[in-house]
């Protein structure tokens, strides 16, 4: 009984200070990543470096590496964050519509108000990094892809649903629909950063609100 409880004396402080640990790293690994997705969304993740991040997020570069191993394990951990980041911004707060038509529509405002908030600094991010990657196999540039194929889908999927609820046309295809919706907002983006002006948000809401009501939208629902 006695060795019993020395051993148990013994373990319960190395397993606080694990926990500490843990959870340090996690609040670290966390802050370069967050330092990270705002500077991949401008400069691209191939500008990425230990030393850069080390430089502006609270931790060392020996650290930096100790959490992700090398630069294209750091560059899909950034990958990931910032589906994490896009998730929270965009599709979280539409689930608040009606799936269908109405939710299409609240994704369409969502994604303006996150490019036009600059939740990443450089615009979207998926949009700087696709460029980037579209030649360079590897993968990251699967993890960039299958970040945007799960949007495409997920937009793709609301539009079935509104063809199937009577919202949309029957005969409508959703994946050509999602396609070009996701290029308009696509469009606004890359204008607005090269140009500063943020009619082109207004230009695409326009834009996709024309194309839902060519496939029998009702206006009244696109406000």
Not at 8 to 22: E, F, V
Not at 92 to 107: C, N
Not at 172 to 184: C, G, H, I, M, Y
Not at 193 to 211: F, H, I, K, M, W
Request: with cysteine; net charge neutral.
């Amino acid at each position: 009984m006695g060795g019993g409880a020395a051993v148990t004396r013994a373990d319960a402080p190395a397993g606080s200070t694990a926990d500490l640990r843990r959870v340090r790293g996690d609040r670290t690994r966390r802050a370069v990543l967050d330092q990270a997705v705002q500077d991949a969304s401008v400069h691209g993740l191939g500008a990425l470096s230990l030393g850069g991040l080390a430089a502006s997020a609270p931790v060392n570069k020996s650290a930096i590496a100790g959490l992700f191993g090398s630069k294209e394990g750091l560059q899909l951990a950034v990958v990931a964050r910032a589906r994490e980041v896009y998730t929270e911004a965009v599709i979280v707060p539409a689930r608040g519509a009606e799936r269908g038509l109405a939710r299409v529509w609240e994704l369409v405002r969502r994604w303006i108000d996150y490019s036009r908030r600059r939740v990443f600094r450089g615009g979207c991010f998926f949009r700087t990094v696709e460029i980037e990657f579209d030649m360079r196999p590897g993968p990251v540039r699967d993890a960039v892809a299958e970040a945007q194929a799960d949007w495409e889908g997920y937009l793709a999927h609301q539009v079935e649903i509104a063809v199937d609820a009577g919202d949309l046309s029957a005969g409508t295809d959703p994946r050509q629909v999602a396609f070009e919706v996701n290029a308009l907002l696509s469009a606004a983006n890359d204008r607005s950063l090269l140009t500063g002006d943020e009619s082109s948000y207004t230009y695409a809401a326009t834009a996709v609100r024309t194309l839902l009501t060519a496939h029998g939208a009702d206006p009244a629902m696109l406000r």
